[in-house]
């Protein structure tokens, strides 16, 4: 989804899961391989490397106790199967003791196979190792692995040293061609870097033929990350001039570029401007999408203009472009939030109608912001939607709505709501402790004062405001006597 958070219940489920896969993914490579295709050598490595007892040193001992027979390809398995679970300086001195043992039967393509698993890791010491030993022995860079390399550099806010690489690639016999300017200039644009991206394209113009739309669409991306809109829309005329006609991806990211702007500047601007550049559009043929649309939507929602949210959602419907579940989302979502309730609610039967069937944080979101703003039973109308979709997932709903309702008083749609999850076989986060009242603290809402300014006031407070209402008055009936005295002598 394009403008959605995951929800805390679906992060936090996704977290177990890759902890799970994270502590059991050696022991699974043991158990369920079959035995002949898992060689002793790659088991007692894997071992070895993956201990967390002993310094390097420790391990260093260890592996000098390896009785089997090293090769190139068995290093490379070692690596892939302990980069998850081994720290990178384990796997580093492995490395580094491996490349001792097989001196020159290390190959280079295994060199760069270390080098973008460092660089996947981000381990920034590791990787300045094996791209200086590679130097000096004289061996090869794959372009593959240099894309790796200065994305992570580009990413760790080395930027300096990413042009460095690339300026000295010839002493890693590696080719400054089209790929690897490509590579360079998306890293750069990626972090926002245009301008040092487009020193790179002016000094290499030779060198970009065939990958001339690849390197545009990185400028107009890292312009458009600035929201600089001047610079993004020189790129496009320079793409037109070159021949070169921009492409859907092009125009939607210097849309968004526009919003954001515009979103900060110009609020009354979002509407008009982005209906322009999808006039644009389509007089080259480029239809827009939905997600053209919903990159508008998003950000009319997020300063709450509600008629013209509306307003473009119905003028995305004539245009014939179809919304999809997002656009619904952000409708009804600033709907909501803007107190427009019933509003929001015939915008979730429309989508419902027209047969979308939306994803489960569709309902997640929303629901969140009704409880959120206290209107629990619109939450639990749109809970009765989302389970007519039959779309699942109902159990993290179910954990914020009966704590919800309980706290509200209203004890007998929490054990309603609880009774239907255990029907479900659902495994709930929150504790049946929330159903008791003796327990659960019920939320006592202020209530407003009913009595007027003076009556909600203390009888001195009153007082002194009497008092000075009757100054105020004498003082004006001083000057109109003045005034008349001074009339009357002229």
């Known amino acids: 989804m394009h403008f959605l958070l995951k929800p805390k219940w679906t992060s936090l489920q996704l977290q177990r899961v890759d902890t799970q896969k994270s502590e059991h993914l050696l022991l699974s490579l043991y158990s369920t391989v079959p035995s002949n295709q898992v060689s002793r050598e790659l088991k ?47 796997l580093l001195r492995f490395f580094l003791w491996s490349c001792k043992n097989l001196s020159a039967s290390l190959e280079d393509k295994d060199y760069n196979h270390a080098i973008r698993v460092f660089a996947e890791k981000k381990d920034h010491t590791a990787m300045n190792i094996l791209v200086s030993d590679l130097r000096k022995e004289g061996r090869v860079m794959e372009t593959q692995s240099f894309g790796v390399l200065v994305e992570t550099l580009v990413k760790l806010g080395r930027e300096d040293k990413a042009l460095g690489f690339f300026k ?32 790179v394209v002016y000094h290499h113009k030779d060198k970009i033929s065939g990958m001339e739309l690849c390197i545009y669409r990185s400028l107009i991306y890292g312009w458009s990350m600035q929201e600089n809109v001047k610079a993004a829309r020189k790129i496009i005329k320079e793409m037109k001039s070159a021949g070169i006609m921009p492409d859907l991806f092009c125009y939607n990211t210097f849309l968004r570029g526009l919003c954001e702007r515009n979103l900060k500047r110009n609020p009354s601007g979002l509407v008009p401007e982005a209906l322009n550049v999808m006039m644009e559009m389509r007089s080259y043929r480029i239809a827009p999408t ?39 989302y952000l409708v009804a979502r600033v709907l909501y939030l803007s107190g427009r309730f019933g509003k929001g609610n015939k915008i979730v039967d429309e989508m419902i109608e027209e047969g979308i069937i939306p994803d489960r944080k569709f309902y997640y979101d929303l629901i969140g912001i009704l409880c959120g703003v206290e209107r629990v039973n619109f939450a639990l109308e749109l809970f009765e939607r989302m389970k007519r979709s039959s779309v699942g997932g109902y159990g993290p709903v179910y954990d914020v709505l009966i704590p919800k309702v309980c706290r509200g008083g209203d004890f007998v749609k929490g054990r309603e709501l609880w009774d239907e999850a255990m029907v479900m076989g659902l495994t709930l986060s929150c504790s049946s402790n929330v159903l008791d009242p003796s327990i659960t603290e019920v939320f006592q809402p202020r209530r407003k004062p009913t009595e007027g300014c003076l009556g909600s006031t203390t009888p001195s407070i009153e007082a002194r405001v009497k ?12 000057k109109k006597m003045k005034n008349k005295k001074n009339a009357a002598s002229r």
């Open 44 to 90: 007692e490595l894997c071992k070895v490397v993956s201990s967390t007892i002993g310094g390097l040193d420790d391990l260093e001992l260890s592996l000098n106790q390896f009785t089997g027979s090293l090769s190139s390809s068995l290093v490379t398995q070692v690596i892939d199967s302990c980069k998850h679970e081994a720290p990178t300086r384990r």
């Open 168 to 199: 000295n690639l010839e002493k890693f016999k590696c080719v400054q061609d089209s790929v690897t300017v490509s590579a360079i200039v998306s890293a750069l644009c990626a972090k926002g870097h245009a301008r040092r991206a487009e020193g």
């Open 290 to 328: 939905s997600i053209s649309y919903n990159i508008l939507l998003s950000c009319l929602g997020r300063t709450r203009r509600v008629k013209e949210s509306c307003r473009v959602l119905e003028q995305m419907k004539k245009s014939g472009c179809a919304p999809d579940w997002v656009s619904y």
């Open 467 to 478: 008092k000075t209402v009757i100054e105020v008055n004498k003082k004006k009936k001083s």
